[in-house]
Protein backbone atom coordinates (compact mmCIF):
# COMPACT_ATOMS: atom_id res chain seq x y z
CA UNK A 1 0.00 0.00 0.00
CA UNK A 2 2.66 2.45 0.40
CA UNK A 3 2.58 5.52 -1.84
CA UNK A 4 3.71 4.22 -6.13
CA UNK A 5 6.93 5.43 -6.44
CA UNK A 6 6.60 6.34 -9.73
CA UNK A 7 4.57 9.19 -9.05
CA UNK A 8 7.07 10.36 -6.41
CA UNK A 9 10.05 12.78 -7.43
CA UNK A 10 13.32 11.04 -7.50
CA UNK A 11 15.99 13.98 -8.48
CA UNK A 12 17.45 14.93 -4.98
CA UNK A 13 17.77 18.60 -6.28
CA UNK A 14 14.14 18.99 -6.83
CA UNK A 15 13.19 17.35 -3.33
CA UNK A 16 14.59 20.07 -2.18
CA UNK A 17 13.30 23.12 -4.37
CA UNK A 18 9.74 21.75 -3.44
CA UNK A 19 10.19 21.15 0.43
CA UNK A 20 12.21 24.66 0.29
CA UNK A 21 9.41 26.36 -2.04
CA UNK A 22 6.66 25.28 0.54
CA UNK A 23 8.56 26.10 3.79
CA UNK A 24 9.97 29.39 2.81
CA UNK A 25 8.19 30.39 -0.53
CA UNK A 26 4.93 29.31 1.27
CA UNK A 27 6.19 31.70 5.02
CA UNK A 28 7.06 34.43 2.21
CA UNK A 29 3.90 34.28 0.05
CA UNK A 30 1.62 34.07 3.49
CA UNK A 31 3.71 36.97 5.34
CA UNK A 32 3.80 39.70 2.81
CA UNK A 33 -0.01 38.67 1.42
CA UNK A 34 -0.76 39.14 4.87
CA UNK A 35 1.04 42.77 5.35
CA UNK A 36 0.05 43.97 2.02
CA UNK A 37 -3.96 44.03 3.39
CA UNK A 38 -3.04 45.05 6.66
CA UNK A 39 -2.52 48.79 4.59
CA UNK A 40 -5.60 48.69 2.90
CA UNK A 41 -8.18 47.10 5.15
CA UNK A 42 -8.14 47.18 8.91
CA UNK A 43 -4.56 45.83 10.07
CA UNK A 44 -5.45 44.53 13.36
CA UNK A 45 -8.13 42.10 11.78
CA UNK A 46 -5.55 40.77 9.19
CA UNK A 47 -3.10 40.79 11.73
CA UNK A 48 -5.50 38.64 13.87
CA UNK A 49 -6.44 36.41 10.95
CA UNK A 50 -2.88 35.88 10.40
CA UNK A 51 -2.13 34.35 13.45
CA UNK A 52 -4.21 31.18 12.89
CA UNK A 53 -5.50 31.88 9.04
CA UNK A 54 -2.29 32.61 7.89
CA UNK A 55 -1.15 29.24 8.97
CA UNK A 56 -4.01 26.95 6.90
CA UNK A 57 -2.44 29.22 4.34
CA UNK A 58 0.97 28.23 4.69
CA UNK A 59 -0.19 24.27 4.66
CA UNK A 60 -1.90 24.69 1.47
CA UNK A 61 0.86 26.32 -0.51
CA UNK A 62 3.13 23.48 1.36
CA UNK A 63 0.86 21.27 -0.33
CA UNK A 64 0.76 22.81 -3.72
CA UNK A 65 5.02 22.90 -3.93
CA UNK A 66 5.00 19.31 -3.24
CA UNK A 67 2.38 18.95 -6.23
CA UNK A 68 4.07 21.20 -8.36
CA UNK A 69 6.47 19.06 -11.40
CA UNK A 70 9.11 21.52 -11.27
CA UNK A 71 10.33 22.64 -8.19
CA UNK A 72 11.79 25.49 -9.20
CA UNK A 73 8.92 27.01 -10.85
CA UNK A 74 6.88 26.88 -7.76
CA UNK A 75 9.74 28.58 -6.03
CA UNK A 76 9.24 31.31 -9.32
CA UNK A 77 5.67 31.86 -8.72
CA UNK A 78 5.94 32.20 -4.60
CA UNK A 79 8.38 34.59 -5.20
CA UNK A 80 6.75 36.83 -8.02
CA UNK A 81 3.41 36.44 -5.78
CA UNK A 82 5.99 37.72 -2.69
CA UNK A 83 7.04 40.74 -5.06
CA UNK A 84 3.34 41.54 -6.05
CA UNK A 85 2.54 41.61 -2.62
CA UNK A 86 6.03 44.01 -1.71
CA UNK A 87 4.76 46.17 -4.27
CA UNK A 88 1.43 46.57 -2.58
CA UNK A 89 2.89 47.10 1.07
CA UNK A 90 5.21 49.67 -0.67
CA UNK A 91 2.49 51.64 -2.04
CA UNK A 92 0.39 51.10 1.13
CA UNK A 93 3.11 52.48 3.38
CA UNK A 94 3.09 55.71 1.54
CA UNK A 95 -0.94 56.07 0.97
CA UNK A 96 -1.81 54.32 4.36
CA UNK A 97 0.67 54.69 6.33
CA UNK A 98 -0.15 52.67 9.71
CA UNK A 99 2.54 54.73 12.36
CA UNK B 1 -7.57 13.33 -8.34
CA UNK B 2 -5.32 11.74 -10.71
CA UNK B 3 -2.81 9.24 -9.38
CA UNK B 4 -0.12 11.16 -9.73
CA UNK B 5 -1.65 13.63 -7.28
CA UNK B 6 -2.97 10.77 -5.12
CA UNK B 7 0.46 9.35 -4.67
CA UNK B 8 1.94 12.63 -3.50
CA UNK B 9 -0.66 13.43 -1.00
CA UNK B 10 -0.53 10.04 0.24
CA UNK B 11 3.06 10.29 0.67
CA UNK B 12 3.01 13.58 2.39
CA UNK B 13 0.57 11.84 4.62
CA UNK B 14 2.47 9.13 5.29
CA UNK B 15 6.01 10.91 5.84
CA UNK B 16 4.93 13.89 7.85
CA UNK B 17 2.16 11.45 10.07
CA UNK B 18 5.30 8.60 10.98
CA UNK B 19 7.34 12.08 11.76
CA UNK B 20 5.55 13.71 13.77
CA UNK B 21 3.54 10.70 15.51
CA UNK B 22 4.91 10.01 18.53
CA UNK B 23 5.27 13.66 19.84
CA UNK B 24 0.87 13.83 19.11
CA UNK B 25 0.60 11.06 20.45
CA UNK B 26 2.08 12.63 23.49
CA UNK B 27 0.45 15.87 23.29
CA UNK B 28 -2.84 14.72 22.81
CA UNK B 29 -2.63 12.01 25.86
CA UNK B 30 -1.43 14.31 28.17
CA UNK B 31 -3.61 17.45 26.69
CA UNK B 32 -6.83 14.96 27.15
CA UNK B 33 -5.84 14.91 30.66
CA UNK B 34 -5.46 18.19 30.81
CA UNK B 35 -8.91 18.68 30.48
CA UNK B 36 -9.60 17.45 34.25
CA UNK B 37 -6.27 19.45 35.33
CA UNK B 38 -8.03 21.33 38.23
CA UNK B 39 -9.73 18.43 39.68
CA UNK B 40 -6.89 16.39 39.54
CA UNK B 41 -5.37 19.07 41.18
CA UNK B 42 -8.13 19.26 43.72
CA UNK B 43 -8.08 15.64 43.95
CA UNK B 44 -3.87 15.58 43.97
CA UNK B 45 -4.15 18.16 47.40
CA UNK B 46 -7.32 17.23 48.82
CA UNK B 47 -8.06 21.09 48.18
CA UNK B 48 -12.30 20.87 46.99
CA UNK B 49 -13.18 23.69 45.82
CA UNK B 50 -16.83 24.35 46.30
CA UNK B 51 -17.24 28.13 45.74
CA UNK B 52 -16.54 28.31 41.92
CA UNK B 53 -14.67 32.17 40.51
CA UNK B 54 -13.73 34.27 43.08
CA UNK B 55 -15.98 32.77 45.77
CA UNK B 56 -15.33 34.08 49.05
CA UNK B 57 -11.61 35.56 48.58
CA UNK B 58 -11.09 38.26 51.38
CA UNK B 59 -8.78 40.60 49.69
CA UNK B 60 -8.64 42.87 52.73
CA UNK B 61 -7.13 39.71 54.94
CA UNK B 62 -4.79 38.85 51.77
CA UNK B 63 -3.11 41.67 51.78
CA UNK B 64 -2.74 41.73 55.03
CA UNK B 65 -0.64 38.45 55.02
CA UNK B 66 1.09 39.69 52.16
CA UNK B 67 2.01 42.83 54.03
CA UNK B 68 3.59 40.57 56.48
CA UNK B 69 6.01 39.78 53.88
CA UNK B 70 6.76 41.96 51.36
CA UNK B 71 6.41 45.44 50.88
CA UNK B 72 3.76 46.28 48.99
CA UNK B 73 3.60 49.92 48.63
CA UNK B 74 4.04 51.64 45.08
CA UNK B 75 3.67 48.29 43.08
CA UNK B 76 0.59 47.13 40.83
CA UNK B 77 0.06 43.68 42.20
CA UNK B 78 -2.61 41.33 40.52
CA UNK B 79 -4.44 38.46 41.54
CA UNK B 80 -5.35 36.03 38.58
CA UNK B 81 -6.84 32.70 39.07
CA UNK B 82 -5.99 30.92 35.86
CA UNK B 83 -8.24 27.65 36.97
CA UNK B 84 -10.59 26.50 39.39
CA UNK B 85 -8.31 25.64 42.31
CA UNK B 86 -7.85 27.47 45.53
CA UNK B 87 -4.59 28.95 44.80
CA UNK B 88 -4.48 32.16 42.69
CA UNK B 89 -1.51 33.73 41.29
CA UNK B 90 0.02 36.28 42.50
CA UNK B 91 1.73 39.07 40.33
CA UNK B 92 3.81 41.98 41.95
CA UNK B 93 5.36 44.02 40.14
CA UNK B 94 8.39 46.38 41.34
CA UNK B 95 7.48 49.51 42.87
CA UNK B 96 7.19 52.71 41.19
CA UNK B 97 8.72 54.45 44.60
CA UNK B 98 11.99 54.73 43.54
CA UNK B 99 13.21 55.79 47.42
CA UNK B 100 11.55 52.03 48.44
CA UNK B 101 13.44 49.45 50.14
CA UNK B 102 15.68 47.15 48.11
CA UNK B 103 12.86 44.42 48.35
CA UNK B 104 10.06 45.49 45.99
CA UNK B 105 12.44 45.90 43.20
CA UNK B 106 12.20 43.25 41.58
CA UNK B 107 9.11 41.69 39.67
CA UNK B 108 7.75 38.17 41.83
CA UNK B 109 5.51 35.65 41.14
CA UNK B 110 4.02 33.13 43.80
CA UNK B 111 0.86 31.45 44.67
CA UNK B 112 -1.60 32.32 47.48
CA UNK B 113 -4.43 30.16 48.91
CA UNK B 114 -7.54 32.30 49.22
CA UNK B 115 -8.48 30.36 52.54
CA UNK B 116 -5.41 29.72 54.10
CA UNK B 117 -3.06 32.78 52.88
CA UNK B 118 -0.17 30.09 52.89
CA UNK B 119 1.73 31.07 49.73
CA UNK B 120 3.35 29.03 47.54
CA UNK B 121 6.15 29.17 45.02
CA UNK B 122 6.33 27.52 41.64
CA UNK B 123 8.14 24.98 42.71
CA UNK B 124 6.52 23.55 45.81
CA UNK B 125 2.80 24.67 44.19
CA UNK B 126 3.60 21.84 41.59
CA UNK B 127 1.01 18.77 41.06
CA UNK B 128 0.64 16.18 38.64
CA UNK B 129 -2.19 18.27 37.18
CA UNK B 130 0.62 20.64 36.16
CA UNK B 131 3.02 18.36 34.99
CA UNK B 132 0.74 17.07 32.27
CA UNK B 133 -0.63 20.35 31.63
CA UNK B 134 2.87 21.48 30.89
CA UNK B 135 4.05 17.66 28.94
CA UNK B 136 0.80 18.65 26.40
CA UNK B 137 3.23 21.38 25.06
CA UNK B 138 6.63 19.91 26.04
CA UNK B 139 7.53 22.26 28.05
CA UNK B 140 10.20 20.15 29.46
CA UNK B 141 11.75 19.85 26.89
CA UNK B 142 12.63 23.95 26.93
CA UNK B 143 16.62 22.73 27.13
CA UNK B 144 17.62 25.66 24.47
CA UNK B 145 15.28 29.06 25.28
CA UNK B 146 11.86 27.95 24.53
CA UNK B 147 12.85 24.53 22.47
CA UNK B 148 10.34 22.53 23.86
CA UNK B 149 7.39 25.05 22.53
CA UNK B 150 8.86 25.43 19.02
CA UNK B 151 8.81 21.44 18.95
CA UNK B 152 5.15 21.50 19.52
CA UNK B 153 4.26 23.88 17.32
CA UNK B 154 5.67 22.54 14.74
CA UNK B 155 4.53 19.11 15.54
CA UNK B 156 0.86 21.08 15.48
CA UNK B 157 1.80 22.63 12.46
CA UNK B 158 2.61 19.37 10.68
CA UNK B 159 -0.46 17.71 12.37
CA UNK B 160 -2.43 20.33 10.22
CA UNK B 161 -0.36 19.32 6.97
CA UNK B 162 -1.22 15.61 7.56
CA UNK B 163 -4.80 16.32 8.82
CA UNK B 164 -5.23 17.97 4.95
CA UNK B 165 -3.52 15.75 3.11
CA UNK B 166 -5.21 12.86 4.91
CA UNK B 167 -8.25 14.56 4.49
CA UNK B 168 -7.97 14.44 -0.10
CA UNK B 169 -6.67 11.04 0.39
CA UNK B 170 -9.35 9.51 1.54
CA UNK B 171 -12.05 11.95 0.08
CA UNK B 172 -13.50 9.82 -2.59
CA UNK B 173 -14.31 7.51 0.14
CA UNK B 174 -15.31 9.64 2.85
CA UNK B 175 -19.08 8.51 2.76
CA UNK B 176 -18.45 4.82 1.69
CA UNK B 177 -15.78 4.22 3.89
CA UNK B 178 -16.94 5.26 6.99
CA UNK B 179 -19.48 2.21 7.46
CA UNK B 180 -16.94 0.07 6.25
CA UNK B 181 -15.10 -1.95 9.43
CA UNK B 182 -13.97 -5.55 8.60
CA UNK B 183 -12.40 -7.03 12.12
CA UNK B 184 -12.32 -10.48 10.22
CA UNK B 185 -10.32 -9.26 7.99
CA UNK B 186 -5.88 -8.92 7.78
CA UNK B 187 -4.41 -6.68 10.20
CA UNK B 188 -3.78 -3.86 7.64
CA UNK B 189 -7.08 -3.61 6.96
CA UNK B 190 -8.33 -3.54 10.66
CA UNK B 191 -5.99 -0.70 10.91
CA UNK B 192 -7.00 1.15 7.94
CA UNK B 193 -10.79 0.56 8.82
CA UNK B 194 -10.11 2.05 11.84
CA UNK B 195 -7.70 4.77 10.98
CA UNK B 196 -9.95 6.68 8.49
CA UNK B 197 -13.40 5.45 10.01
CA UNK B 198 -12.13 7.10 13.47
CA UNK B 199 -10.15 10.06 11.50
CA UNK B 200 -13.23 11.47 9.96
CA UNK B 201 -15.48 10.94 13.11
CA UNK B 202 -12.23 13.59 15.05
CA UNK B 203 -12.18 15.22 12.10
CA UNK B 204 -13.44 18.43 12.91
CA UNK B 205 -12.18 18.41 16.50
CA UNK B 206 -8.64 17.42 15.48
CA UNK B 207 -8.23 20.57 12.61
CA UNK B 208 -9.57 22.67 15.65
CA UNK B 209 -6.55 21.58 17.89
CA UNK B 210 -4.52 21.74 15.05
CA UNK B 211 -5.45 25.30 14.40
CA UNK B 212 -5.79 26.17 17.80
CA UNK B 213 -2.99 24.42 19.24
CA UNK B 214 -0.38 26.47 16.41
CA UNK B 215 -2.17 28.94 17.43
CA UNK B 216 -1.50 29.22 21.05
CA UNK B 217 2.22 27.69 20.54
CA UNK B 218 4.21 29.22 18.21
CA UNK B 219 1.58 31.46 16.05
CA UNK B 220 3.16 35.01 17.58
CA UNK B 221 6.41 34.06 17.30
CA UNK B 222 6.61 32.64 13.76
CA UNK B 223 4.47 35.25 12.50
CA UNK B 224 5.43 38.52 14.18
CA UNK B 225 9.06 39.59 13.80
CA UNK B 226 8.16 40.54 9.51
CA UNK B 227 4.93 42.23 11.13
CA UNK B 228 6.67 44.15 13.17
CA UNK B 229 9.73 45.15 11.44
CA UNK B 230 7.79 46.44 8.60
CA UNK B 231 4.50 47.03 9.78
CA UNK B 232 4.77 48.74 13.17
CA UNK B 233 8.58 49.90 11.94
CA UNK B 234 10.05 48.07 15.09
CA UNK B 235 7.83 49.28 17.87
CA UNK B 236 6.79 45.65 19.01
CA UNK B 237 4.77 47.55 21.88
CA UNK B 238 2.66 48.92 19.53
CA UNK B 239 1.80 45.50 18.07
CA UNK B 240 0.77 44.04 21.60
CA UNK B 241 -1.20 47.17 21.95
CA UNK B 242 -3.17 47.19 19.15
CA UNK B 243 -3.45 42.79 20.09
CA UNK B 244 -4.87 43.69 23.38
CA UNK B 245 -1.95 42.49 25.61
CA UNK B 246 -0.42 46.18 26.17
CA UNK B 247 -0.27 46.25 30.70
CA UNK B 248 -1.32 49.63 31.97
CA UNK B 249 0.01 52.09 33.67
CA UNK B 250 -1.39 54.61 36.37
CA UNK B 251 1.09 57.43 37.39
CA UNK B 252 2.43 57.12 41.32
CA UNK B 253 0.73 60.16 43.36
CA UNK B 254 3.69 59.25 46.17
CA UNK B 255 1.47 60.04 48.98
CA UNK B 256 -0.65 57.50 51.03
CA UNK B 257 -4.21 58.17 51.76
CA UNK B 258 -5.16 58.76 55.45
CA UNK B 259 -8.04 55.54 55.46
CA UNK B 260 -7.44 52.15 53.21
CA UNK B 261 -10.60 51.28 51.37
CA UNK B 262 -12.11 47.83 51.59
CA UNK B 263 -10.32 46.02 49.11
CA UNK B 264 -13.43 43.55 48.73
CA UNK B 265 -15.90 46.35 47.72
CA UNK B 266 -14.42 46.81 44.15
CA UNK B 267 -15.52 42.72 43.46
CA UNK B 268 -19.05 43.21 45.27
CA UNK B 269 -19.25 46.24 42.84
CA UNK B 270 -18.60 44.59 39.75
CA UNK B 271 -20.58 41.45 40.56
CA UNK B 272 -23.59 43.85 41.25
CA UNK B 273 -23.06 45.86 38.06
CA UNK B 274 -22.83 42.83 35.96
CA UNK B 275 -24.31 39.90 37.49
CA UNK B 276 -23.76 37.18 34.41
CA UNK B 277 -19.60 38.22 34.68
CA UNK B 278 -16.82 35.80 35.60
CA UNK B 279 -14.21 37.85 37.32
CA UNK B 280 -10.61 36.09 36.36
CA UNK B 281 -8.14 38.55 37.34
CA UNK B 282 -8.28 41.53 39.97
CA UNK B 283 -5.27 44.32 39.85
CA UNK B 284 -4.31 46.73 42.28
CA UNK B 285 -2.48 49.41 40.93
CA UNK B 286 -0.27 51.49 42.63
CA UNK B 287 -1.05 49.75 45.60
CA UNK B 288 -1.55 51.79 49.19
CA UNK B 289 -1.04 55.15 47.27
CA UNK B 290 -3.35 58.31 46.99
CA UNK B 291 -3.40 57.15 43.19
CA UNK B 292 -4.38 53.57 43.56
CA UNK B 293 -6.53 52.19 40.84
CA UNK B 294 -8.35 48.49 41.09
CA UNK B 295 -8.98 46.96 37.62
CA UNK B 296 -11.93 44.18 37.59
CA UNK B 297 -11.82 42.06 34.39
CA UNK B 298 -12.64 38.56 33.58
CA UNK B 299 -15.57 37.22 30.63
CA UNK B 300 -19.15 37.17 30.72
CA UNK B 301 -20.39 33.60 32.39
CA UNK B 302 -20.47 30.89 29.24
CA UNK B 303 -23.75 29.83 30.03
CA UNK B 304 -24.61 33.26 29.04
CA UNK B 305 -22.50 34.52 26.41
CA UNK B 306 -19.72 32.52 24.27
CA UNK B 307 -17.11 35.14 23.90
CA UNK B 308 -16.14 38.74 24.93
CA UNK B 309 -13.88 40.40 27.28
CA UNK B 310 -14.41 42.89 30.00
CA UNK B 311 -13.14 45.29 32.36
CA UNK B 312 -13.93 47.80 35.10
CA UNK B 313 -11.57 50.01 36.39
CA UNK B 314 -12.08 51.83 39.71
CA UNK B 315 -10.09 54.85 41.44
CA UNK B 316 -9.81 52.97 45.32
CA UNK B 317 -10.23 56.80 46.71
CA UNK B 318 -13.28 57.45 45.61
CA UNK B 319 -14.50 53.88 44.60
CA UNK B 320 -16.09 55.24 41.05
CA UNK B 321 -15.96 53.17 38.10
CA UNK B 322 -13.37 55.79 35.84
CA UNK B 323 -13.25 53.12 33.04
CA UNK B 324 -15.69 50.26 31.29
CA UNK B 325 -15.36 47.91 28.86
CA UNK B 326 -18.54 45.82 28.61
CA UNK B 327 -18.39 42.48 27.98
CA UNK B 328 -21.76 41.61 26.76
CA UNK B 329 -21.73 44.09 23.82
CA UNK B 330 -19.50 45.06 20.79
CA UNK B 331 -16.89 42.12 21.14
CA UNK B 332 -13.95 43.33 19.02
CA UNK B 333 -12.42 41.34 16.36
CA UNK B 334 -9.84 40.52 18.47
CA UNK B 335 -11.23 39.44 21.84
CA UNK B 336 -13.24 36.99 19.32
CA UNK B 337 -10.89 35.56 17.86
CA UNK B 338 -8.83 34.85 20.87
CA UNK B 339 -12.21 34.10 22.97
CA UNK B 340 -13.02 31.02 20.29
CA UNK B 341 -9.86 29.68 20.21
CA UNK B 342 -9.39 29.81 24.15
CA UNK B 343 -13.23 28.12 24.41
CA UNK B 344 -12.55 25.52 21.79
CA UNK B 345 -9.33 24.50 22.54
CA UNK B 346 -10.10 24.24 26.71
CA UNK B 347 -13.21 22.35 26.28
CA UNK B 348 -14.59 24.56 29.33
CA UNK B 349 -17.56 26.15 27.80
CA UNK B 350 -19.92 23.40 28.70
CA UNK B 351 -19.27 22.08 32.09
CA UNK B 352 -17.47 18.31 33.10
CA UNK B 353 -19.92 16.13 30.57
CA UNK B 354 -18.43 18.52 27.51
CA UNK B 355 -15.10 17.77 29.26
CA UNK B 356 -15.82 14.27 29.10
CA UNK B 357 -16.51 14.26 25.39
CA UNK B 358 -13.56 16.29 24.54
CA UNK B 359 -11.30 13.63 26.82
CA UNK B 360 -12.81 10.82 24.57
CA UNK B 361 -12.13 12.61 21.07
CA UNK B 362 -8.62 13.09 22.33
CA UNK B 363 -8.70 9.39 23.00
CA UNK B 364 -10.04 8.66 20.15
CA UNK B 365 -7.12 11.01 18.00
CA UNK B 366 -4.81 9.20 20.27
CA UNK B 367 -6.33 5.78 18.49
CA UNK B 368 -6.15 7.36 14.96
CA UNK B 369 -1.97 8.12 15.63
CA UNK B 370 -1.31 4.28 16.97
CA UNK B 371 -3.19 2.73 13.88
CA UNK B 372 -1.50 5.07 12.08
CA UNK B 373 1.94 3.62 13.09
CA UNK B 374 0.56 0.06 12.38
CA UNK B 375 -0.65 0.60 8.88
CA UNK B 376 2.79 2.32 7.99
CA UNK B 377 4.46 -0.73 9.97
CA UNK B 378 2.59 -3.46 8.27
CA UNK B 379 2.41 -1.50 5.14
CA UNK B 380 6.12 -2.15 5.19
CA UNK B 381 6.55 -5.82 6.08
CA UNK B 382 7.26 -7.29 2.66
CA UNK B 383 9.27 -9.72 1.51
CA UNK B 384 10.50 -7.61 -1.31
CA UNK B 385 11.86 -5.02 0.94
CA UNK B 386 15.05 -5.35 2.11
CA UNK B 387 16.37 -7.31 5.44
CA UNK B 388 17.98 -4.49 6.83
CA UNK B 389 14.94 -2.05 6.33
CA UNK B 390 12.64 -4.57 7.76
CA UNK B 391 14.55 -5.16 10.48
CA UNK B 392 14.87 -0.66 10.85
CA UNK B 393 11.11 -0.62 10.88
CA UNK B 394 10.48 -3.27 13.12
CA UNK B 395 12.40 -1.79 15.64
CA UNK B 396 10.92 1.66 15.11
CA UNK B 397 8.07 0.32 15.54
CA UNK B 398 8.09 -1.68 18.53
CA UNK B 399 9.61 1.15 20.09
CA UNK B 400 7.41 3.92 18.97
CA UNK B 401 4.04 1.74 20.11
CA UNK B 402 6.35 1.22 23.55
CA UNK B 403 6.64 5.03 24.03
CA UNK B 404 2.72 6.13 23.35
CA UNK B 405 1.37 2.86 24.95
CA UNK B 406 3.23 2.87 28.20
CA UNK B 407 2.14 6.71 28.98
CA UNK B 408 -0.82 5.19 30.55
CA UNK B 409 0.56 3.34 32.94
CA UNK B 410 3.47 5.48 33.62
CA UNK B 411 0.32 8.03 34.32
CA UNK B 412 -1.21 5.79 36.91
CA UNK B 413 1.91 5.09 38.33
CA UNK B 414 2.34 8.64 38.94
CA UNK B 415 -0.92 9.60 40.56
CA UNK B 416 -0.41 6.57 43.05
CA UNK B 417 3.05 7.02 44.01
CA UNK B 418 2.50 11.32 44.56
CA UNK B 419 -0.20 10.07 46.72
CA UNK B 420 1.91 7.76 48.69
CA UNK B 421 4.89 9.30 49.19
CA UNK B 422 4.59 13.27 48.57
CA UNK B 423 2.98 14.87 50.53
CA UNK B 424 4.86 18.01 51.23
CA UNK B 425 4.50 21.28 49.11
CA UNK B 426 8.20 22.19 48.99
CA UNK B 427 10.17 22.84 46.22
CA UNK B 428 11.22 19.38 45.81
CA UNK B 429 7.54 18.50 44.75
CA UNK B 430 8.61 19.34 41.14
CA UNK B 431 11.78 17.40 41.31
CA UNK B 432 10.01 14.43 42.90
CA UNK B 433 7.05 14.42 40.19
CA UNK B 434 9.32 14.56 38.07
CA UNK B 435 11.28 11.72 38.45
CA UNK B 436 8.49 9.39 39.13
CA UNK B 437 6.85 9.97 35.94
CA UNK B 438 9.95 10.24 33.90
CA UNK B 439 11.90 7.05 35.33
CA UNK B 440 8.74 5.21 35.61
CA UNK B 441 8.03 5.62 32.08
CA UNK B 442 12.05 5.28 30.58
CA UNK B 443 11.97 1.58 32.64
CA UNK B 444 8.36 0.83 30.76
CA UNK B 445 9.72 1.52 27.63
CA UNK B 446 12.85 -0.08 27.72
CA UNK B 447 10.68 -3.25 29.01
CA UNK B 448 7.98 -3.17 26.16
CA UNK B 449 10.67 -2.53 23.49
CA UNK B 450 13.30 -5.06 23.96
CA UNK B 451 10.04 -7.34 24.57
CA UNK B 452 9.64 -6.80 20.64
CA UNK B 453 6.44 -7.79 20.61
CA UNK B 454 3.49 -5.19 19.79
CA UNK B 455 0.90 -7.79 20.89
CA UNK B 456 2.29 -8.07 24.37
CA UNK B 457 2.92 -3.82 24.72
CA UNK B 458 -0.51 -3.49 23.82
CA UNK B 459 -2.74 -6.31 26.15
CA UNK B 460 -0.12 -5.81 29.03
CA UNK B 461 0.12 -1.98 29.05
CA UNK B 462 -3.64 -1.44 29.30
CA UNK B 463 -4.00 -4.51 32.11
CA UNK B 464 -0.88 -2.66 33.87
CA UNK B 465 -2.53 0.88 33.36
CA UNK B 466 -5.48 -1.12 34.34
CA UNK B 467 -4.38 -2.56 37.60
CA UNK B 468 -2.27 0.77 38.81
CA UNK B 469 -5.28 2.99 37.61
CA UNK B 470 -7.67 0.94 40.24
CA UNK B 471 -5.28 2.02 43.05
CA UNK B 472 -5.97 5.15 42.39
CA UNK B 473 -9.04 5.86 44.37
CA UNK B 474 -7.66 3.44 47.20
CA UNK B 475 -4.52 5.33 47.50
CA UNK B 476 -6.16 8.56 47.91
CA UNK B 477 -8.85 6.75 50.55
CA UNK B 478 -6.11 5.39 52.42
CA UNK B 479 -3.79 9.11 52.70
CA UNK B 480 -6.78 11.43 52.83
CA UNK B 481 -9.79 9.54 54.23
CA UNK B 482 -11.73 10.87 51.56
CA UNK B 483 -12.80 7.72 50.28
CA UNK B 484 -14.99 8.25 46.99
CA UNK B 485 -18.45 7.73 48.93
CA UNK B 486 -17.42 10.36 51.34
CA UNK B 487 -16.28 12.90 49.21
CA UNK B 488 -19.96 12.23 47.27
CA UNK B 489 -22.04 12.94 50.44
CA UNK B 490 -19.51 16.01 51.10
CA UNK B 491 -19.93 17.46 47.74
CA UNK B 492 -15.83 17.15 46.71
CA UNK B 493 -17.30 16.70 43.66
CA UNK B 494 -13.93 17.33 41.84
CA UNK B 495 -12.14 14.90 44.03
CA UNK B 496 -15.10 12.78 43.76
CA UNK B 497 -14.77 12.98 40.22
CA UNK B 498 -11.15 11.85 39.84
CA UNK B 499 -11.51 8.91 42.14
CA UNK B 500 -14.34 7.76 39.47
CA UNK B 501 -12.81 8.38 36.68
CA UNK B 502 -9.82 6.14 37.34
CA UNK B 503 -11.87 3.99 38.38
CA UNK B 504 -14.30 3.83 35.05
CA UNK B 505 -10.89 3.90 33.00
CA UNK B 506 -9.62 1.19 34.58
CA UNK B 507 -12.13 -1.19 34.37
CA UNK B 508 -12.69 -0.52 30.78
CA UNK B 509 -8.91 -0.98 29.59
CA UNK B 510 -9.46 -4.14 32.06
CA UNK B 511 -12.00 -6.03 30.00
CA UNK B 512 -10.41 -4.69 26.87
CA UNK B 513 -6.86 -6.13 27.92
CA UNK B 514 -7.94 -9.26 28.94
CA UNK B 515 -10.09 -9.84 26.02
CA UNK B 516 -7.35 -8.96 23.80
CA UNK B 517 -6.40 -12.09 21.46
CA UNK B 518 -3.91 -12.66 19.19
CA UNK B 519 -4.29 -12.87 15.64
CA UNK B 520 -2.59 -15.25 13.52
CA UNK B 521 -2.37 -13.74 9.96
CA UNK B 522 -2.24 -16.59 7.77
CA UNK B 523 -5.87 -17.62 8.76
CA UNK B 524 -6.62 -14.81 7.46
CA UNK B 525 -7.95 -14.47 4.29
CA UNK B 526 -6.94 -11.54 2.32
CA UNK B 527 -10.26 -9.34 1.16
CA UNK B 528 -10.24 -7.56 -1.61
CA UNK B 529 -9.82 -4.46 0.07
CA UNK B 530 -12.20 -0.84 -0.87
CA UNK B 531 -9.48 1.04 -0.67
CA UNK B 532 -7.37 -0.18 -3.77
Known amino acids: MPANKKYLTKSKSQRFAKISAGLIGGYLVMESLHIALAF ?24 LAFLAENGWKIWAIYLLLTLLFSILIYFGKSYNPII | MTNRTYNILFHTHTVSGIIISVGLYIIFFA ?13 ERNEPVIEKGFGNANFNTMMDSLDETHSTYGRDISFTKYFEERRLSLNLTPSKDSTVQQDASGREFFYMDMDSQNTYDYASNYSIGEFLYRLHFLAQLNFYGSSGYLLAGTIAFFFLFAIITGTLVHWKKIVSNFFIFRPKARLKNIWTDAHTALGVIGLPFQFIYAVTGVFFIIATAIVAPPVISIVYEGNSEKMFEDLGVATKDFPLAMEKPETTPNLNSFVQKTESYWPDFNIEKVTF ?12 EGSPQYGKQFIGRGELIFNAGTGEIVSEKNPFENTSYVDGVTGIMERLHFGDYGGLGLKIVYFILGIISCFVIISGILIWLVARDKKHIAEKKRKF ?10 ICLTMYPATAFTFVAVKLFIYDFDPERMTSIYQIFFYSWLILILLFTLKKDNFFTNKYTLILGAILGLMIPIANGLISGNWFWKTFTKEYYDIFFVDIFWMTLAI ?3 IVGIRLKRINEDSRTSLKSVSE
Open chain 2, 31 to 43: GSFSFFRDEIISW
Open chain 1, 40 to 63: WVNHVHVLMTLRFGGFILWSALLI
Open chain 2, 508 to 510: ITF
Open chain 2, 285 to 296: YNFGDENMHVGV
Open chain 2, 393 to 402: NAWMGWSFIA
